[in-house]
């Protein structure tokens, strides 16, 4: 990931939640064991102000963090959590043990900052699904074989992958833009603007994974559904991307730029990466 801490943090990941450990909380199997090594890595409090026992870390610092939940399919609320700590902390109240939703935050926090915080919290995951669901395409395209060749060979295979590439990336821009901010909380137009596009990927990554793999990638045994039910299923928790659209030209209407340009290089020049 990019930074020491998005190393560790998915270095923890890959070792503990696998494949077969997601499959199996899904399945009602325990938790706990999961939670407690992600609670004793000290990560659930990167954000908690130093003062009150956390790592005083800024959102966008914690960018990869959340980024890797999505690559590995976390099945446990860590990113929420570690935002309603975080925004408990510095409302001077005390939070709840164990894993938690935005919910908890109850009147700590406006309501369009939570929907704010939330729809960066699932761009970053669905930009770190994006980068998994990408790279699982490659590697079957060049391994499955047509008519002697690889499937990945053949230009509309090459079209499809270039395709979800470039929305992979898009997704990752839209989740640095999101997590651009110097304090634990989101830009709330950045926000927006990052999960409308994001959305807008993670539909396009999980069809053309699915379209490349073929039958097998819809099976429970294959992996990929991990991946792309999870990417469906962010695009539209908090709102859908013409919801978030609509959000960034409600606040470009109520101000004073005439063109969207300019509205949207001002707030971009806000950002704090």
Avoid at 68 to 85: D, K, N, Q, S
Wanted: net charge negative; aromatic share 6%; proline share 4%.
């Amino acid at each position: 990931m990019d930074n020491e801490f998005g190393d560790a943090f998915g270095q923890l990941l890959a070792d503990r939640c696998t494949p077969e450990a997601v499959r199996g909380i899904e399945r009602g199997e325990g938790a706990d064991a999961l939670w407690h090594d992600l609670v004793e890595s000290g990560f659930v409090d990167a954000l908690v102000p130093e003062a009150q026992g956390g790592a005083g870390l800024s959102l966008h610092e914690v960018l990869p963090l959340v980024q890797a939940c999505g690559y590995h399919a976390l099945p446990l609320p860590f990113a929420e959590t570690m935002a309603a700590r975080a925004v408990l902390a510095h409302a001077r109240r005390q939070w709840p043990d164990g894993p938690v939703t935005l919910d908890a935050i109850g009147d700590a926090l406006p309501v369009e900052d939570r929907g704010a915080l939330h729809a960066a919290l699932t761009t970053a995951q669905i930009a770190g699904a994006a980068a998994r669901v990408l790279e699982m395409s490659i590697a079957h395209a060049q391994q499955r074989t047509q008519f002697g060749k690889p499937i990945g060979s053949f230009q509309a295979v090459q079209h499809q992958l270039s395709v979800m590439a470039e929305h992979a990336c898009a997704a990752r821009m839209a989740a640095q833009l999101s997590f651009a901010s110097a304090s634990h909380l989101p830009d709330r137009t950045l926000a927006a603007m990052g999960k409308s596009v994001a959305g807008e990927a993670a539909a396009v990554l999980a069809a053309g994974s699915h379209a490349v793999h073929g039958a097998i990638g819809i099976t429970a045994e294959f992996d990929l559904q991990l991946y792309t039910r999870r990417l469906l299923a962010w695009r539209v928790q908090g709102g859908s991307p013409s919801h978030w659209a609509m959000q960034v030209a409600r606040q470009w209407w109520s101000g004073s730029h005439d063109r969207a340009i300019d509205f949207t290089l001002e707030r971009l020049g806000a950002a704090r990466f």
